[in-house]
């Protein structure tokens, strides 16, 4: 699948859209509290965790990004949101500024859907995506964030993903899999939805005022036995820009 990013508003602000790959790669328990930060007794920072990375707090369904590996056992990051005893899990790596969203047999960033093609009757990986705001260009907020596929799949394949107008719920980075999805099990919108679809900080209405992430964008197609290979279509990604 090649994609479109639709800037709605017309301002400057830069956005790219990343794609997160691979296991996870920390997870345990914070052991203390600390304003901004993540203490784990345990370690494994310095080998394991980047600065950029994505920390989920499963307790409570929080998340942050790493702004600094202070040392072993310690984090720096972007929001106060773990207390002593809240678990957490730091994402794999992304692939910043992807050039298209092709599905595969593999999980892969750009990939090449010719060398990694997908069986009839198999899934492609699950894609895990953000649009990730660079920089705000002098506008003074992005949100409205929606996600759309035109052009039909060949027979009778589906695409699910997490992304709905209601009912929404963050999903936590997990190593992608090609059995059936379950963080994304709505029907991926084949036009541009009435309302936002993704969400910024776990909610449909949230926004960003400086560089950051949206939420995960989680999809994957599902093919049938029938199906026969050939069809291709385009992902959307619209957000609005206030100035």
């Not at 203390?32 to 930060?37: G, H, I, L, P, V």
């Not at 950029?52 to 310690?74: I, L």
């Not at 936002?196 to 939420?215: K, V």
Request: proline share 2%.
């Amino acid at each position: 699948m090649r994609f479109i990013k639709h800037n709605k508003n017309g301002f400057a602000a830069t956005v790219e859209i990343c794609e997160a790959n691979g296991a996870t790669k920390i997870a345990g328990a914070a052991s203390s509290t600390s304003a901004n930060k993540l203490v784990y007794a345990t370690g494994g920072f310095t080998a394991a965790v980047d600065v950029g990375d994505a920390v989920f707090n499963s307790t409570d369904t929080t998340h942050a990004y790493v702004t600094a590996v202070d040392s072993d056992t310690q984090l720096s990051i972007s929001a106060d949101i773990f207390t002593s005893g809240e678990n957490f899990t730091v994402q794999g790596e992304f692939t910043h500024n992807i050039t298209d969203t092709d599905m595969g047999s593999t999980d892969a960033a750009n990939l090449d859907p010719v060398a990694n093609p997908v069986v009839a009757g198999d899934n492609t990986y699950e894609k895990y995506q953000t649009l990730h705001i660079t920089a705000m260009g002098g506008s003074s907020a992005i949100d409205n964030l929606k996600i759309w596929r035109t052009s039909a799949l060949g027979g009778s394949a589906v695409h699910v993903t997490n992304a709905r107008e209601t009912s929404y719920a963050r999903k936590a980075y997990v190593a992608p899999i090609a059995t059936n999805s379950t963080q994304g099990t709505q029907t991926m919108p084949t036009s541009e939805p009435t309302g936002s679809n993704l969400g910024i900080d776990g909610s449909l209405s949230g926004s960003r005022t400086a560089a950051g992430h949206s939420d995960f964008l989680i999809h994957q197609i599902q093919t049938d036995a029938g199906d026969v290979a050939g069809s291709t279509s385009t992902m959307n990604y619209q957000y609005d820009e206030t100035a």
